[in-house]
């Protein structure tokens, strides 16, 4: 103990050290941790806000000067590469008079991951010849989100679109009224599927979920979540996949409506005559005239943040209380822990903050004129930590700031319906990009390629160096950002063995000109 107090410990050392504080720290000062290890109000409100990382860089960035060549390209977009959507089923067989019965999956996660679960659920229930009824969505536990599918998704159109193909209904018929969400939780049921693998095959589902379908009428498979696997499937199935995720998932009307109406003021704020709120930004943005905006999805909370293990500037405070939300969640199981944050950040595996993210940006060419749309939840810092993002881009707008407290209404308090929302403005803007990857960023980046609209992928493995060299002058920093993302705007990638077909639809869902 006595020489890990005076700093001669190793990393290693010095991680347990840090675990055994977080455990003891709690029990003796209560006063502090509050009831069963919270940090009380007190200690945060003690938070020194996080200052700016990269200065030099932040005070060059806040005078630099773009040429209208960078801006031109910047914000042209994508030619065509080649590939059109092929979602075609007209060379399928007809759908079968009579199904094997009913399935029904359960979906965690939030909305992008149960998207990609609703996908996946349509071609089991193809596989097995069943009738499928709509997906049950589970309560996030972390945004603590009660939303069902009808109140995310159009579910008469996502009837409607998949007729030919599959069978679907929207609650099992009476006879089957007993198969609930509760019954399967009250105890162990012969009709519940527990056992199917992440990625399982065709071929699995055939021999194990099949024969239960066969006997009872009815299966329930739960958890749902990543079971169907992306190789080694009949390309009817995988068009199928293809036909759910991007023409049969329509939002209910109030999100497309309100999404629309906030993607209509990004391009002509003069359009909001009657708000407010934009009345002071409108002189602004009308000289930048071009009518065109950039989503940037800030994914950055306080789960990625504490998963991550990077240091992220907000002092002693902020590493204390990450290091106890990784404990209290994962037990402190998380693989990136073991590394020192330069050694993650040198291999592009933090995150990258609001501050570097708008350094990101003001390096590929986009100026203080921007029409910049935070798509998020909510930033782990608040507005300190965003402030360095909104002097770079003082045009920055999001959910809040465009609409009305009346207009959110339906929406407010709801994540999977702001994250909805979000989904239909970023799938038209003219460019999209997110700060690190995770769901939303696979969801849209392979949707945006079907479509043929331009994403930038930030190269992580080039900035986390980058932002490590605290010598480097701007002019060096910007030109190693615009040639390390000029194949990262939208080009077309050929998806992989073990890819997700939902990130990379070339070629399972689309066909060569």
Not at 6 to 16: E, I, P, V, Y
Not at 70 to 80: A, G, I, R, V
Not at 401 to 410: F, R, T, Y
Not at 457 to 479: A, C, D, H
Request: charge should be positive.
């Amino acid at each position: 103990m006595k020489q890990l107090l005076h700093g001669h410990q190793s990393h290693s050392q010095r991680t347990a050290f840090a675990g055994l504080l977080v455990i003891l720290l709690p029990i003796f000062f209560p006063r502090v941790f509050g009831p069963l290890g919270r940090a009380s109000p007190s200690l945060f409100s003690e938070w020194i806000a996080p200052k700016p990382r990269h200065l030099p860089l932040l005070k060059a960035a806040l005078n630099r000067h773009i040429l209208s060549r960078q801006q031109s390209e910047l914000w042209s977009p994508l030619p065509h590469q080649g590939w059109r959507p092929c979602t075609d089923h007209s060379t399928l067989p007809s759908l079968p008079k009579k199904s094997d019965g009913y399935i029904q999956v359960f979906l965690d996660g939030g909305l992008n991951q149960q998207r990609m679960g609703i996908c996946d659920a349509v071609a089991v229930a193809k596989i097995l010849n069943a009738t499928l009824v709509i997906p049950h969505l589970e309560v996030n536990p972390v945004w603590q989100d009660s939303s069902s599918f009808v109140d995310i998704f159009d579910v008469d159109h996502f009837i409607d679109v998949l007729r030919e193909e599959i069978s679907i209904v929207k609650e099992p018929p009476s006879e089957y009224s007993w198969s609930t969400r509760e019954y399967y939780a009250t105890g162990i049921r012969a009709t519940r599927i527990k056992t199917a693998p992440v990625h399982a095959s065709a071929h699995w589902y055939l021999e194990n979920v099949l024969p239960v379908l066969q006997s009872y009428g009815i299966v329930a498979i739960a958890p749902f979540s990543h079971r169907l696997a992306f190789d080694k499937l009949p390309t009817n199935i995988q068009r199928l996949r293809c036909k759910v995720n991007f023409e049969a998932l329509a939002f209910v009307p109030h999100i497309k409506s309100l999404g629309d109406t906030l993607v209509n003021r990004l391009r002509d704020p003069s359009a909001a005559s009657g708000t407010e709120f934009l009345k002071e930004r409108r002189g602004d943005a009308e000289k930048e005239g071009s009518g065109k905006f950039v989503v940037l999805h800030l994914r950055f909370d306080k789960d990625m943040a504490a998963h991550s293990a990077c240091d992220f500037g907000g002092g002693k405070a902020e590493k204390l209380a990450l290091a106890k939300y990784r404990q209290v969640l994962w037990q402190g199981r998380v693989l990136n822990s073991q590394f020192s944050d330069e050694e993650l950040r040198s291999q592009g595996r933090c995150p990258l903050t609001p501050e570097e993210i708008g350094l990101l940006l003001a390096a590929l060419g986009f100026s203080n004129n921007t029409r910049l749309y935070l798509a998020s939840h909510k930033v782990y810092g608040g507005e300190a930590r965003i402030s360095t993002l909104k002097q770079l881009f003082p045009m920055m707008e999001d959910k809040k700031s465009l609409a009305s407290a009346e207009e959110l209404a339906e929406v407010e308090g709801k994540a999977s319906l702001l994250a909805a929302v979000d989904y239909h403005v970023s799938l038209q803007s003219d460019i999209f990009i997110s700060a690190s990857p995770g769901n939303m960023h696979n969801a849209l980046v392979g949707h945006r390629a079907y479509l043929n609209l331009k994403t930038i992928r930030p190269n992580m493995v080039l900035l986390g160096p980058l932002f490590l060299n605290k010598s480097m002058e701007w002019p060096e920093f910007q030109l190693a950002v615009v040639n390390g993302h000029k194949s990262r705007q939208g080009q077309i990638r050929l998806r992989k063995e073990k890819q997700s077909i939902y990130t990379y639809p070339v070629p399972d869902c689309m066909c060569q000109l």
